[in-house]
């Protein structure tokens, strides 16, 4: 069914306020996955504040050229679809719209890929996506951070508890 004009207006709006909003966008390539496996997928996205939206390629095209965004559009073949993080706390961190769709691109391998993506105002390729997708949460970096800054400590009192022993 062929969109009417008033509808493309609404789609490529829609898609621009979206790409504004977002702090990162990733366009992913979509072919043989199953209707049940997509509603799966989009059902999970949502649920984390994930928006997850088929576009002709054209349409996208045209939304992109009114938004400032540095940078050339990265090669787009195939079925396209469009993934971006909603919300408030879409802001805190950028990277989780690509690390959810790359979880995705691993459980569906050969069905979804990443074709690129918007980050930081400028274009990025598949490749730089799917790095930035492999960037931690938030969570798991203050994790890790505060392991780094307690390790040196622990082998202290490690240390210190084995010469207490050697004393006793």
């Known amino acids: 069914m062929a969109l009417q004009r008033e509808q493309k207006g609404h789609l490529i709006e829609a898609l621009k306020e979206a790409i504004s ?4 966008v990733v366009f992913v390539n979509f072919k043989g996955i199953s209707v049940g496996d997509t ?7 949502r649920e984390k504040h994930i928006s997850y939206k088929v576009a002709k390629k054209t349409l996208l095209r045209r939304a992109l050229r009114d938004v400032k965004i540095s940078g050339e559009v990265p090669e787009l ?3 396209l679809a469009v993934a971006y993080s909603t919300g408030a706390e879409a802001k805190d961190d950028a990277t989780k719209s690509a690390r959810e769709m790359y979880s995705f691109v691993k459980r569906f391998k050969g069905g979804l890929s990443i074709m690129g993506g918007v980050f930081g105002g400028r274009y990025l390729g598949g490749l730089e996506m799917n790095e930035i997708a ?3 949460s938030l969570e798991t970096l203050r994790g890790m951070f505060v392991n780094v800054i307690n390790a040196p400590l622990q082998g202290l009192v490690i240390a210190l508890n084995e010469i207490a ?3 006793v």
């Open 134 to 136: 492999s960037i931690p």
């Open 77 to 79: 073949p195939g079925e």
């Open 39 to 45: 509603s799966a997928m989009r059902r999970a996205l």
């Open 165 to 167: 022993k050697q004393k």
């Open 21 to 24: 909003a977002s702090p990162s």
